[in-house]
């Protein structure tokens, strides 16, 4: 699930704007199979590798993209992919696994159809920023009902909301690691005692 390759990340999680996992996983086959090379035929089905940048870059993809399915995404996957080709390069985003987290957030934020959500999921997934928490529905409504209570008059998350649902995510995941791990230590040192003792009684 870590360290997925980021331009198939990205892409497909721009595809992910209000919508369903099933729908996603038959968009991006559509996008492989149409913009893709092909891999190879196994039992009667081709496969295809993700696109290239370039290639989603081309003019005719957003009607074509369109034709396929993928409605206002459409727009967002030809203009993410023009914007870097112009802007940035074909490896920018794999040497964003080098700088730290919020500026790769912030870098991924300039690209259209990225919010923070996509722009964590994408560092989590394929940046190794394994400070990003990517806040959705879900997250928010866990937060509010378990941990800020004040969040259930909010009616939808803001940049605010989002970073303070953040802070606290990576709060209560710091405290639970350091207890497992002083579990795991302590763990450890009985172990060594009671061998050590048993070797040497």
């Not at 990340?9 to 996983?25: D, P, Q, V």
């Not at 914007?83 to 991924?108: D, F, G, M």
């Amino acid at each position: 699930m870590l360290r997925q390759d980021p331009v198939e990340n990205l892409f497909s999680f721009i595809c992910s704007s209000n919508n369903n996992i099933s729908r996603i996983s038959g968009m991006v086959e559509r996008m492989c199979t149409c913009y893709g090379r092909k891999l190879l035929d196994l039992d009667g089905v081709s496969y295809y590798a993700f696109p290239a940048i370039d290639t989603l870059a081309q003019d005719g993809v957003v009607e074509q993209l369109r034709a396929l399915g993928f409605g206002y995404r459409a727009k967002f996957i030809s203009e993410t992919a023009r914007w870097i080709l112009k802007n940035r390069s074909t490896e920018w985003l794999v040497s964003l696994r080098t700088v730290p987290y919020e500026e790769a957030k912030a870098e991924l934020r300039k690209l259209m159809g990225v919010g923070a959500k996509v722009a964590d999921c994408v560092c989590l997934m394929s940046l190794d920023k394994t400070g990003a928490i990517p806040v959705d529905t879900h997250v928010w409504q866990i937060a509010a009902r378990d941990y800020m209570p004040h969040l259930q008059k909010v009616k939808s998350v803001n940049d605010k909301v989002y970073r303070e649902i953040g802070k606290l995510f990576i709060i209560r995941l710091d405290a639970v690691c350091m207890a497992s791990l002083r579990s795991f230590h302590i763990a450890f040192d009985f172990n060594v005692v009671y061998t050590a003792s048993t070797l040497f009684l």
